[in-house]
């Protein structure tokens, strides 16, 4: 018997594509990593190898974490395939251009920030959070997908810049939603009221909520032709 | 509806450039300074403008045997760019609007790149990647704004090029030549592998960054490597960002065209891997000219009179320059 059946294509992302199917008789999403053409073939193997054993590896750690994330069911690096379990939820792009989700788009966006800051306190980002990347679900809350440009770090530059991405997508993609990001900032900052500061990390301490934010201020000041 | 003078200044190049009647570009007039040394000083590149400003408008006139009545709008750069240099496009260009006593129109520099490639690529929807000296701009539009998805949070993509060359002792503009020296090397060494020549590749969801990988490959040259192998390793590795970052932006849009604009669209390899890419993902790529990817007065002309034909004309009152205009400011009225 085949572990792995594939039903269809469900995305065509920058990096992979997504096969919706079953592993083991189980609902799975397949994600593979095609070589880019376009790309020099040294430098395409070099990236898409560092990303799947990145996403691999930080993917396990966070599910040990209890952080809702997929589970890996199998890892096949010649190939370039990551078999994951399939998560409930649709991606939040959906939610806030869906005005008649039944949650209001606050509660989903704080519940997102909420997440993204439990995420930092592994001392790990997430490197793309667009809202494709977040999954929401009425029943089981928000939860993350496609960790490929996750890394581990301690530095404050690293998580504020995870915010910035999402700061960008948020106003290019959701300009009807003018509070977002103080929406994600909202949840991100109450976590540590309600655990305690951060962790230690391997690398040192990590940062607090307010020092990330503080940060992300700063990062937004970069950018050509700020305010 | 005549034609439709455009005037641009924001750097480097002063340029006048014409588009007719039905928003069509004529190939532009333009000078451009060129530093013996260093980068662009604003002051003098502005004195440059002034220079020339005068000798350009009357060659342009000269050249399509336009008499000054047929201009029926004139429109100018009216940020983002260096202040010193905006101003005077600004002031000639209120100067021939009462002259002529014809409409005065000011534009945003960044969208008119985007117009200007819709409309001499007859592109429909696409996302921009926007690749010149000051900018790298992943942009789309959405909701009646032209929305940036990703940027670079560091130095442009073209500056970072033109760095690179200056400490080699090539000078202002140095991208062409790095585009030049690169394919030397590359003709020459095909087996040459990417791995000796290893560079940042800083890819940051859609955000980009470039001055890591500028000081590495400025080490790469101390260290002894051959310059040619370090600009090919240069431009593989930049360009790929830039590639990946405006596919990731199809792939979050949903959209399936994708537009090239800025001077470093005039770069061979980067026209070449946009293509491949979008044929990949069975969408198109559109690359206008690359009098048109460069900073020109057409472009300005092209988005003066869009923005004409939708009533917004600029009051003198109203025509300060703004060195910080963002591309999302501007409403986009038309499709």
Known sequence: ?227 | MGFTLGIESTAHTFSFGLCDSSGHPLPSMSSFIRPEQGGIHPREAADHHVAHSGELLHQLLAKNRLPPEDITAVAFSQGPGLGPCLRIGAAVARTLSREWNVPLVGVNHCVAHIEVGREVCGCNDPVLLYVSGGNTQIIARLDGRYRILGETLDIGIGNMLDKFAREQGIPFPGGPRVEVLAEEWISANPDCGLSDYELPYAVQGMDLAFSGLLTAARHMVLKGKPLGAVCWSVQEHAFAACVEVAERALAHTGKNEVLLGGGVACNQRLRDMCSLMASERSAESFVPEKMYCVDNGSMIAVLGRLQLLHGKSTEPRNSAINQHLRTNETPILWS
């Not at chain 1, 199917?21 to 430098?43: D, F, M, N």
């Not at chain 1, 490929?148 to 106003?171: A, K």
Request: aromatic share 4%.
């Open chain 1, 1 to 227: 018997m085949q572990a792995w059946v594939s039903e269809r294509i469900i995305h065509v992302g920058a990096e992979a594509e997504v096969g919706l199917g079953t592993y083991l008789g189980q609902p799975a999403i397949a994600k593979i990593r095609r070589p880019r053409g376009w790309r020099h073939p040294e430098l395409d193997a070099r990236l898409t190898r560092r990303r799947m054993m990145a996403e691999a590896r930080l993917l396990t750690k966070l599910a040990r974490a209890g952080l809702p994330v997929p589970l890996i069911q199998d890892f096949d690096i010649a190939a370039s395939r990551l078999i994951m379990t399939l998560l409930p939820g649709r991606p939040l792009i959906e939610h806030l251009r869906d005005s008649n989700s039944v949650q209001s788009a606050e509660s989903v966006l704080v519940e997102s920030g909420e997440l993204v800051r439990r995420l930092h306190r592994q001392g790990i980002t997430h490197g793309d959070l667009s809202t494709n990347n977040i999954l929401y679900c009425h029943q089981q809350g928000a939860s993350l997908i496609d960790f490929g440009l996750s890394r581990i770090t301690e530095e404050v530059e690293d998580f504020g810049i995870d915010l910035h991405v999402m700061h960008e997508i948020l106003g290019a993609s959701h300009p009807d939603h003018g509070q977002a990001m103080e929406w994600i900032i909202k949840g991100y900052l109450s976590v540590d009221g309600e655990h305690g500061p951060p962790p230690f990390a391997g690398g040192g301490p990590l940062p607090s909520a307010e020092e990330v934010v503080l940060r992300l201020k700063d990062i937004m000041t970069r950018v050509r032709y700020h305010g």
